[in-house]
Structure formats: C-alpha cells, structure tokens
C-alpha cells in the first residue's frame, strides 16, 4: 500500500496579521497553484475568502459576495488539493457537537486537517472584517469592526482547517471555518452553525508547506516579536 | 529576473519532544530525499545530528561521531538542498556578536534561514544529550542529562538554522547550531564557539515544509496541549 501523503499549502501567517500586516502579498493566481479548496482573506482585509473548486469567492462586509481576480493580491490564506480521506453524515449536530465527535472519532487532535461540510444548515451565523485602510490597526483592535450575518434554513459549503495548539501563531488553533451558501446568499467567518443534514468530508495533512513573503519590505521590517501574541490570537479568533 | 524560493524540510516539531516523543518516526532514507545539509537528532534522543553534504553525522554522548544508517529512523530533524543566498568572512567573533552581526546585517528576523559557518574556530563548547529508554521522561528532565565537550583551536563547520518568535513550538526560536570538527573529534549542539576566521553562509527560506508523522499511534494519541509548552522549550533549549 501506498504511503498517505498529503499537504496543505499557507501563505503568510495569523501571527503577521497581529500587528497589522494587511496587505496583500500573493496573487490569487499564484495561490491557486498550491490548492483549489480553502479559506484566506483579501488585501487589507477586505472580506473573508472562501475558495470552492478553484473559485476564489469573497465574502465583504456590505454583504456582497464576488469572486476574486488572478491578479488580486492575499496576505493571509490556506488551500489544498482535495483527497478526501474520511466521510459521513452528520444530522442535527450544533458547531460544537459536530467538532467534538470530530475530535473523538478521528485520531487529528495533533495534526492539521481540513473540514469540507456540504448540504443543509437550519441556522448560520457569519462575521465579515471590515476593510482596512493605512496606518492599518492591531488586529485585534479590527475584530471589532465586523459585520455579522445570519440565516435560517440555508444549503451551502463550509470549508476550513483544524490547527493545533502546537501551531499556534502560524494559525489559529482548532477549528477555523468559512461558508458560503449555493444561493451565495450569505457567506464569511462562522461564528455558529446548526447541521440539519450534511455530508463531513476529512483530509489529514501529513505537510504544512508554510509560504512566507520574503520579497515585502514592510514584512521583512515589522516587529513580530510581540510578547502577548498567543493572548491576541485567542482574542481576536476567539 | 526568476522569483528567489528557496525550502526548507522538517520532519517532526521540538514540540513533540517535549512530552517525550523521542522514536524515530522517518528513516535517514527518507528524511536525504528533502535535504542534504541540516540537523536533528537519532532516535531515543541518541546524540546529535549533523547533517553535512549528503551524510548524516550522529555526535553521541560517549564521545563517538558516527554515520547513521539509511534504514536508522529520526523523530525530529531539518534538512534542505543548499542554495546559498549570502556569504561572508568572519575573524575574531563570539558566537553571539556573529549573531548579532548576522540580524543586524540581513533583513531575516522574520523568517526561517540557515546558517552554515566553515572555517577555524579557536573555542567550541558542545552539548551532547544522552540516549534515553522507555519510558521516556519529559525534554526538560532529559536537558540535564547531557554530556558537555570543548576544544580550542579547531577547523570544522558549523550547520543550523534561525527561526523566529512566531514559529515557537515547530522550532527553538532563535539560532539553532550543531558542530562537526574536520577530524571528528568534536561534535554537537553548539553552546558557545568563537570564531577566529570562517567563512560564513546564508540561505533564507521561503517555505517551511513541516512534515508529521501520522502514520504513528504515539505522536496522534500524545496529550501536545501542555500549557507551559513555550516556558519548557525555552528551558530546555535555552
């Protein structure tokens, strides 16, 4: 049998948006060649990304929700190649519920793996950053300037990774989930979510192929050395 | 003018030492197909591993340097192709002014690079941990456990890597260095060296491959979410 081998590709890191490094850093182009499913935001952060079957949809917070140019520039997202290697119905499961028979069933507590959730939702709540402008703020001083959407009854995608604690400050740890309704109706950050019926897809990663952009002065120059940035991650993901 | 990339491998995290994941996960086989300059250490924390053009050294406790064997299994090592970015001389420095010197001069505090320093050096002073049994205690009990080498007036090369702040966790932030004296008579992790003239080489990294071992039940079922995790870490590696 073939050894499992799977990666998940990053660009940029949680820990760089902290202080405030919001500009977009990697073209959608140039991301897409590392994965066709994933999550990210854009330049500045204008929105919540949500990439499905190779379509970089983004979520903004005026509610719109349009699809991303190749040219666009991210400064922060994650995305993979699907091989999915666990699958199952899930029926009226809360957000919490459905993670934690995740976390008991599968043996990932220590790896990173991504979450694909497709079917019917009788409730969705999402939140939407707001766009930056310069001098950008903290990020956590940004997480207050949201948007939040909800929704009953709506069929759509969740897309995601879990990350653990060990990786904190390359990602948030645990679970950090996009969505996006078929109707595109709503989409963004999920704050909550209650499954009616839907099929979970799982793929452990056996490789984080961690990108970072070491062509950007304004990266390069910043002081990521930031006493508190575990207690500002929980925080601003919390 | 082709885009600067430049990747480095890592197979298991600093982390997971500190619980005590100390088997080897990954053959030295596997682990030369994605490196062949870089360090780590052998199974049961066996030694030190230096990692000089394509052959894997092991400085053990008792004094001895061998070759580690394709089919002999390492839990966590780092390695990459060399691609050298920068290059200079250094005479008359301590370990810490040529560290100095180093982030003071190149714009990489924020990302992974590695360090090699080839050349004579007129103090080194090496750690060498000791091979531990089953069952395994924690890092920090074991960071006592240590045999300690120093010679003057040596010519070898010195192979390591920076990681920064925000990496805590996959890595010990900071500078990382192991040491191999040209005539094997001294090796291991560096704790201090003075140089008197070497040539000293940089390579930046823009992607960090970190490579887990899922296919091993201990390192998926290991409690990882120790809450002084970065306190021990700094303890031990310190």
């Given at each position: 049998?073939?050894?499992?081998?799977?990666?998940?590709?990053?660009?940029?890191?949680?820990?760089?948006?902290v202080p405030?490094?919001?500009?977009?850093?990697?073209?959608?182009?140039?991301?897409?060649?590392?994965?066709?499913?994933?999550?990210?935001?854009?330049?500045?952060?204008?929105?919540?990304?949500?990439?499905?079957?190779?379509?970089?949809?983004?979520?903004?917070?005026?509610?719109?929700?349009?699809?991303?140019?190749?040219?666009?520039?991210?400064?922060?997202?994650?995305?993979?190649?699907?091989?999915?290697?666990?699958?199952?119905?899930?029926?009226?499961?809360?957000?919490?519920?459905?993670?934690?028979?995740?976390?008991?069933?599968?043996?990932?507590?220590?790896?990173?793996?991504?979450?694909?959730?497709?079917?019917?939702?009788?409730?969705?709540?999402?939140?939407?950053?707001?766009?930056?402008?310069?001098?950008?703020?903290?990020?956590?001083?940004?997480?207050?300037?949201?948007?939040?959407?909800?929704?009953?009854?709506?069929?759509?995608?969740?897309?995601?990774?879990?990350?653990?604690?060990?990786?904190?400050?390359?990602?948030?740890?645990?679970?950090?989930?996009?969505?996006?309704?078929?109707?595109?109706?709503?989409?963004?950050?999920?704050?909550?979510?209650?499954?009616?019926e839907a099929?979970?897809?799982?793929?452990?990663?056996?490789?984080?192929?961690?990108?970072?952009?070491?062509?950007?002065?304004?990266?390069?120059?910043?002081?990521?050395?930031?006493?508190?940035?575990?207690?500002?991650?929980?925080?601003?993901?919390?």
């Amino acid at each position: 049998m073939e050894k499992y081998e799977s990666k998940v590709f990053q660009h940029g890191t949680l820990g760089m948006l902290v202080p405030g490094l919001f500009n977009g850093t990697m073209t959608i182009e140039d991301l897409l060649k590392h994965g066709d499913w994933g999550i990210g935001t854009a330049s500045g952060l204008d929105g919540e990304m949500i990439v499905l079957d190779h379509t970089p949809y983004l979520a903004q917070s005026n509610g719109e929700i349009r699809v991303l140019k190749a040219e666009e520039k991210v400064p922060f997202a994650t995305v993979h190649f699907e091989q999915i290697k666990d699958k199952f119905t899930a029926r009226n499961l809360t957000k919490k519920e459905l993670e934690e028979h995740i976390l008991k069933t599968y043996p990932y507590k220590n790896v990173f793996f991504a979450v694909k959730i497709v079917g019917k939702f009788s409730a969705v709540k999402t939140r939407v950053v707001e766009k930056q402008t310069r001098p950008y703020k903290p990020l956590l001083a940004v997480a207050n300037e949201q948007a939040v959407f909800e929704k009953s009854d709506v069929s759509g995608t969740v897309i995601g990774y879990f990350a653990p604690k060990m990786f904190q400050g390359m990602a948030a740890p645990g679970f950090h989930l996009h969505f996006l309704a078929d109707d595109k109706s709503i989409g963004g950050h999920l704050l909550n979510f209650d499954v009616s019926e839907a099929t979970v897809y799982l793929q452990p990663f056996t490789t984080i192929d961690q990108h970072l952009p070491l062509d950007n002065q304004e990266f390069l120059d910043k002081d990521l050395d930031i006493a508190d940035m575990h207690d500002q991650i929980k925080k601003a993901e919390g």
